[in-house]
């Protein structure tokens, strides 16, 4: 199925070395992928690999557990074997959990070198414990808890303190010749978000995840991340995203998505093209919208659906997409591909158009 849509040039991607994170690749061209942390407590098996499942069902490519404790730990090899997704072990402060992680078989591990003391004297041997696992290590560095050193330096978690700090701790690794490395540079602010993160592309090859930490609840964590992936995606910055809200791993992962398919970085899925309505609007657009975007939920097809409150820009934006409705007097008329189909009452609007992308894609099949 084919929209209707102007074509828009690709964005440029900039060059970056490719790491293996189990089967997903990332940087060097690959595709940008979505990640997301499980909030279930890792010990807990069943109900991790539970939220697994949803999350993988929602269009995530890699996951991420905390680590916190020993229970945790012991818990990683029967989640690994069992993850549709390839699993990184977050450990923060317990160098000691990174050597047990790698030997879970997680397929990359994240540390926080700002938070694990002995990191400088350990760096060695976790390259050493990761080269010959073949696993890469992502070195994420966050504003809450940057290096002390650093911020002794710099005064502050600025952009440049966060990536050198970032960038230390990746020589560290190349001085015994690991090279398997991605990194993060997260602020809560975009604006030294995005300062830090293009400082980091500037200063390394490293493939770069991007993430603005601690983004705050839904709407306004979405929009946060959407600006600033949003910049640096368009400058070509950026391999792998992680949307940070106060909201279940399903939304970020939701939001991530929608952010790379607004940017024509991932394939479309389904778009429902619907208007904010007016003072000519002669429907509840809002909840027509809302009962659309339900009863689309899960179609398999990447269809673009225009729901329009008026006649005013109902026809038009309505022949656009492959299929749409222009509603008005009490009506529903139904487009298909640009024609009038026909004409509906408002309570049958969801179901007819629901019919005709079934139809429109059946159709489209045999063909
Ligand atoms: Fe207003 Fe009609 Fe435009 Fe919707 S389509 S915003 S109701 S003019």
């Known amino acids: 199925i084919q929209s ?21 690749a990332v940087g060097g061209g690959a595709p940008i992928t979505v990640q997301t942390m499980t909030t279930t407590r890792t010990s807990d098996v069943d109900a991790t690999l539970q939220q697994i499942a949803q999350i993988t069902a929602a269009g995530c490519d890699i996951v991420r557990l905390a680590v916190p404790t020993a229970d945790d730990v012991a818990a990683l090899p029967l989640i690994v074997a069992k993850s549709p997704l ?3 072990a977050d450990i923060h402060f317990q160098s000691r959990y990174v050597f047990a992680a790698i030997d879970a078989g997680c397929a990359a591990v994240r540390v926080n070198p700002g938070n694990i003391k002995e990191f400088d004297d350990r760096v ?22 940057l290096d002390r050193r650093m911020l002794e330096r710099h005064g502050a978690p ?31 602010d975009p604006r030294t978000m995005i300062a830090a993160n293009r400082l980091l592309a500037a200063r390394c090859d490293y493939p770069i995840h991007l993430g603005v930490t601690e983004a705050g609840p839904l709407l306004q964590g979405t929009v946060k991340s959407a600006v600033a ?33 607004s940017l024509g970085l991932r394939p479309r899925e389904l778009e429902i093209v619907s208007c904010p309505g007016c003072g000519r609007v002669q429907v509840d657009i809002h909840q027509l919208a809302a009962r659309v975007e339900a009863a689309f939920e899960g179609f398999p ?20 997409a492959d299929l749409g409705v222009s509603s008005g007097n009490g009506k529903g008329q139904i487009f298909v591909k640009g024609e009038v189909v026909r004409t509906v009452p408002e309570y049958q609007i969801v179901d007819a158009l629901l019919e005709e992308a079934t139809a429109l894609t059946e159709n489209a099949t045999e063909q």
């Open 4 to 24: 209707l849509g102007v074509p828009v040039a690709a964005l440029p991607r900039r060059r970056s070395r490719r790491i293996q994170v189990g089967k997903v």
């Open 86 to 88: 390839p699993v990184i």
């Open 124 to 145: 060695g041997d976790i390259a050493e414990a990761a080269a010959s696992a073949g696993i890469p290590i992502r070195v994420g560095v966050n504003a809450g808890s």
């Open 158 to 188: 600025t952009a440049e303190a966060l990536v050198d700090s970032a960038l230390h701790e990746a020589a560290l690794f190349e001085e015994h010749g690991f090279r398997d490395l991605k990194i993060a540079v997260k602020h809560h």
């Open 229 to 261: 992936f949003g910049i640096l995606l368009a400058e070509g910055i950026g391999d792998t995203i992680r949307v940070s809200i106060s909201a279940p791993p399903t939304e970020q992962v939701k939001a991530a998505n929608h952010i790379l398919q």
């Open 301 to 320: 097809y990447p269809l673009r659906v225009a729901v329009m409150g008026c006649v005013v820009n109902g026809p038009g934006e309505a022949r656009e």
